[in-house]
């Protein structure tokens, strides 16, 4: 038996392996899905955006378990693989030609989790020559449009915290990885990291 684990940066020494045991044992009906987020509220584990670290911590669950430390309830869902596709849109396609000054003001709207968000996943499907793919990670989804007909998509999404290629490419060996990430303040619910 480990004296403490180390899990995505934070260790967790026997007193709170013994604290996620009797979550589980106080909880017989609770899923793991539950579990974590009862963990999460007791542990205080959130995100710089306020949202619960339930998915890290679902992580944490799994890793101890396999370790045989804990014993969580069987899974009860299993996910029915990859998200299904995005669905045709039909798009305003009438050429956008001419210079920038004859198209007016552009106007650039933020689409993740809004309704508008279906037609940048359909537009990005069926023009894109990757085709759509949920990003990795805290991202962030814009159209772009001119006089009503959206011209563009544009998507952002968060950097890999690991990539070793990268890593080696730069020079970073684990501590200087470690030394050199830097988290900037949140802004608006998202904390941006460079690294």
Same mark, same amino acid.
């Given at each position: 038996?480990?004296?403490?684990?180390?899990?995505?940066?934070? &260790?967790?020494?026997?007193?709170?392996?013994?604290?996620?045991?009797?979550?589980?044992?106080?909880?017989?009906?609770?899923?793991?899905?539950?579990?974590?987020?009862?963990?999460?509220?007791?542990?205080?584990?959130?995100?710089?955006? /306020?949202?619960? #670290?339930?998915?890290?911590?679902?992580?944490?669950?799994? %890793?101890?378990?396999?370790?045989?430390?804990?014993?969580?309830?069987?899974?009860?869902?299993?996910?029915?693989?990859?998200?299904?596709?995005?669905?045709?849109?039909?798009?305003?396609?009438?050429?956008?030609?001419?210079?920038?000054?004859?198209?007016?003001?552009?106007?650039?709207?933020?689409?993740?989790?809004?309704?508008?968000?279906?037609?940048?996943?359909?537009? &990005?499907?069926?023009?894109?020559?990757?085709?759509?793919?949920?990003?990795?990670?805290?991202?962030?989804?814009?159209?772009?449009?001119?006089? /009503?007909?959206?011209?563009?998509?544009?998507?952002?999404?968060?950097?890999?915290?690991?990539?070793?290629?990268?890593?080696?490419?730069?020079?970073?060996? %684990?501590?200087? #990885?470690?030394?050199?990430?830097?988290?900037?303040?949140?802004?608006?619910?998202?904390?941006?990291?460079?690294?």
């Amino acid at each position: 038996m480990a004296i403490e684990w180390k899990y995505r940066g934070r &260790i967790f020494n026997l007193a709170e392996i013994e604290s996620i045991r009797r979550l589980i044992v106080a909880n017989p009906e609770a899923s793991r899905w539950a579990l974590s987020r009862k963990l999460c509220e007791i542990w205080d584990w959130k995100q710089p955006n /306020g949202a619960l #670290r339930d998915m890290v911590c679902r992580g944490l669950l799994l %890793m101890l378990e396999r370790a045989g430390e804990i014993q969580l309830p069987p899974v009860r869902r299993r996910p029915q693989g990859r998200l299904a596709k995005p669905k045709p849109v039909v798009a305003d396609d009438r050429p956008a030609c001419g210079p920038l000054s004859e198209l007016g003001l552009l106007t650039i709207e933020q689409v993740r989790r809004t309704p508008q968000e279906a037609l940048f996943n359909g537009l &990005i499907e069926q023009y894109h020559y990757l085709c759509y793919e949920q990003p990795v990670g805290e991202h962030l989804k814009y159209l772009v449009s001119a006089k /009503g007909q959206v011209i563009a998509c544009l998507a952002w999404s968060s950097s890999p915290r690991h990539l070793g290629c990268r890593d080696r490419f730069i020079g970073w060996g %684990m501590e200087a #990885r470690r030394r050199n990430i830097i988290c900037w303040p949140t802004i608006r619910g998202f904390s941006f990291c460079r690294g």
